[in-house]
């Protein structure tokens, strides 16, 4: 493999990935940041829906604890049998625009929360979650595909590798914009974690000495973020004047590298863990000494999470809406995720962790 392919990828991908500006409806990552205005805007969801009851707001997302009450009223639906576990081939899901089926509170309630659907569906609630990336649209072109088959599937990734967070009150990230930044240091050094994983998944060296910096620097990045940047800017409102800081590049980093390692044919091949994790600590460089627990914390926390990510199956080939109907263990086991042993202090669980 040539560096030069892997970096005629990642500059290919560099004006789509960890932006929000592409897609027409302004679907992708501009959600509603609070509780009030989410309600505002699932009230003129219902508006436009009672207007046409025919047509579904696809592209509106919404805040999914809203919907507690009226699910929780509704009548009982059926619930699928579970279905035989396998992975599907990459280049197929590729060739079929492959997406994860439009999922709602009202489709998940009634499932016991054992089953994936059911610790979905209290993740989403309970969390106080927007869908993610519900944009109509068909992708034209396999950048697209990718880069949205893995933003749909994000929060099955936090949910099947024990990644949680939660008391969000639905507050989102708007890339390269830190007035929409507004997360607490627990929030970010999950998501960094989670971030981990998916490097883990790429399949590709070019991951190594990225995975050594974020283990030892991307805490001490997202604290400055949020002590220092995001302050400033609810002062002055002005975003010139934050721009001095560095704003934390690791999920654009994760989306182009998973796009390069598509187009290389690497994201579903099988690798010698063992070869990756020795390259990692030979480049990776020691904790300063006056480091604080914290920093010594998330830098256990990424390196456990990118091994996890290493020795589980490609998730990015299986099918999440077929197999809703599963024990979430089951799926966990299926995809070979090892179980997460570090967790920080304010981590939660789910109930179906106690089955």
């Known amino acids: 493999m040539k560096t030069k392919d892997i970096q005629f990828y990642l500059k290919e991908a560099e004006s789509y990935t960890g932006k929000n500006q592409f897609n027409v409806d302004g679907s992708n990552f501009s959600l509603i940041p609070s ?18 009851p025919q047509t579904k707001v696809f592209w509106m997302p ?31 899901l590729c060739r079929e625009r492959y997406l994860v089926a439009d999922l709602s509170p009202e489709d998940l309630a ?4 054992n089953t994936l659907g059911g610790a979905y569906f209290q993740y989403m609630c309970h969390g106080k979650f927007y869908e993610f990336d519900k944009n109509p649209m068909t992708p034209d072109s396999d950048m697209k595909w990718i880069i949205r088959l893995l933003r749909q599937t994000h929060d099955f990734y936090h949910l099947t590798s024990e990644i949680y967070h939660y008391d969000w009150d639905g507050g989102f990230v708007v890339y390269n914009d830190p007035q929409c930044y507004k997360r607490d240091l627990l929030v970010l050094s999950e998501e960094v974690c989670l971030y981990a994983f998916i490097l883990g998944q790429v399949r590709l060296k070019a991951v190594i000495p990225i995975i050594a910096e974020w283990a030892n620097q ?28 560095s704003f934390p590049t690791f999920i654009s980093d994760c989306e182009k590298l998973t796009y390069a390692s598509f187009k ?6 099988e690798i010698c863990v063992d070869e990756y994790l020795e390259e990692l600590y030979e480049v990776l460089e020691p904790l300063r000494s006056h480091a604080t627990l914290e920093e010594q914390e ?3 926390m990424v390196l456990e999470n990118f091994e996890r990510g290493l020795r589980s199956a490609p998730l990015v080939c299986f099918q999440w809406d077929r197999y809703l109907s599963n024990t979430l263990q089951e799926v966990r086991e299926f995809l070979n995720i090892p179980r997460r042993k570090l967790f920080k202090d304010g981590s939660y669980y789910l109930d179906a962790d106690l089955y």
């Open 35 to 52: 509780s009030e205005l989410s309600l505002k805007y699932d009230q003129l969801r219902q508006h436009l829906t009672q207007q046409n």
């Open 62 to 92: 919404r805040n999914w604890s809203n919907t507690i009450p009226q699910v929780l009223n509704g009548d009982q639906k059926t619930i699928p049998v579970a279905q035989p576990l396998c992975l599907a081939k990459l280049d197929t």
């Open 110 to 113: 009634d499932f016991p929360f």
């Open 218 to 245: 991307c805490i001490s990045y997202c604290s400055k973020w949020l002590k220092d940047a995001y302050q400033l800017s609810l002062k002055t409102q002005n975003f010139e004047i934050v721009q001095q800081f």
């Open 264 to 269: 290389l044919d690497c994201l579903d091949t």
């Open 298 to 300: 998330c830098r256990d």
